[in-house]
């Protein structure tokens, strides 16, 4: 019971950390969604994001190992395999898998979820600025 409760902490780990530094990496790679257009904070923010997500997965309880980069986790499995230790690489489906799982939650989260509030927050903002400069044309004795 230890042993699958652990692997189903992992899978979950390995799910919503993934999920994490994509989307905050997709969000600071596009321009409408940025926090800021200086490169360097950009840089900060998606290094921070990953530092975090590493240290609360290792502070947990649960250490897999998992980069919770598809790409990395993709070369970390061909490493293990080609390394010729076969019995080593029982669990490293887990983050091969997962990371792509949770990766693919987090650019459907983001196309489909963050970006339509996005857009709906800015339409909102201009209606609000057009009826702003409406009023203030009809009676500017208010401003």
Known sequence: MNG????VQAIFQEII???LITFLY?????EKT??????????????ATYVAVVAF???????SGSPYNPAASFGLFM???FKGDVGATSNTWLFLLFSYVGSTL???LFEFVYKKAMTNVEEANQDD???????????????
């Open 34 to 47: 940025k926090m800021s257009g200086d490169p360097a904070i950009t840089t900060l923010i998606i290094a």
């Open 79 to 81: 490493a293990i395999i």
């Open 57 to 63: 997965g290792e502070n947990i309880g649960v250490m």
């Open 17 to 19: 950390g993934s999920m």
């Open 4 to 7: 699958t409760l652990l692997l």
């Open 129 to 143: 600025e057009e009826t702003q400069e409406h009023d203030a044309l009809i009676s500017p004795s208010a401003q």
């Open 106 to 108: 987090a650019v459907l």
């Open 26 to 30: 997709l969000t600071q790679t596009e």
